[in-house]
C-alpha cells in the first residue's frame, strides 16, 4: 500500500518561503512520478510541479516558475516542494501525489494514483 505524508504548510507573508514534504512509503519508490498539485477554495485542482523518482524530468507550472523548485532525496524517500518568494495568489492545499506508471501526462491529476492527505499554505499580504 503507498502512502504518502505531507509536512511543511503554515502561513508566511508574501515575500517569504516555505518548504513541503512528501514523505513516501518505501514500497512506493522506485519507477515513480511524483507530483505537486494545488486547490485554492472555489478553484479547480492545478498541477504545480512533478519530477521522477532518480530526481531527473522536473516539470514546473509557468504560474510558480522560477519561485518554487521540486526535489527528492531518494535516501529518504522524500519529495519536497521549495516555494520561495510567495504570493497571496499561492494560497491554497497543496497535495502530493504518486504515479506509478510514469505517465507521460505528468500534469494531469489523473494519471497519479496515489495522494497526501494535503497541507495548508496561506500567504497573507
Known amino acids: 500500500q503507498v502512502q504518502l505524508v505531507e509536512s511543511g504548510g503554515g502561513l508566511v507573508q508574501a515575500g517569504g518561503s516555505l518548504r513541503l514534504s512528501c514523505a513516501a512509503s518505501?514500497?512506493?519508490?522506485?519507477?515513480?512520478?511524483m507530483g505537486w498539485f494545488r486547490q485554492a477554495p472555489g478553484e479547480e485542482l492545478e498541477f504545480v510541479a512533478a519530477?521522477?523518482?532518480?530526481?531527473?524530468?522536473?516539470h514546473v507550472a509557468d504560474s510558480v516558475e522560477g519561485r518554487f523548485t521540486i526535489s527528492i532525496n531518494k535516501r529518504k524517500a522524500t519529495a519536497y516542494l521549495q516555494m520561495d518568494s510567495l504570493r497571496p495568489e499561492d494560497t491554497a492545499v497543496y497535495y502530493c501525489?504518486?504515479?506509478?506508471?510514469?505517465?507521460?501526462?505528468?500534469?494531469?491529476?489523473?494519471?497519479?494514483?496515489?495522494w497526501g492527505q494535503g497541507t495548508q499554505v496561506t500567504v497573507s499580504s
Open positions: 518505501e514500497d512506493t519508490w522506485g519507477g515513480f512520478r
Open positions: 501525489a504518486a504515479d506509478g506508471r510514469m505517465s507521460s501526462a505528468w500534469w494531469s491529476a489523473g494519471v497519479y494514483g496515489y
Open positions: 519530477i521522477a523518482w532518480n530526481g531527473d524530468d522536473t
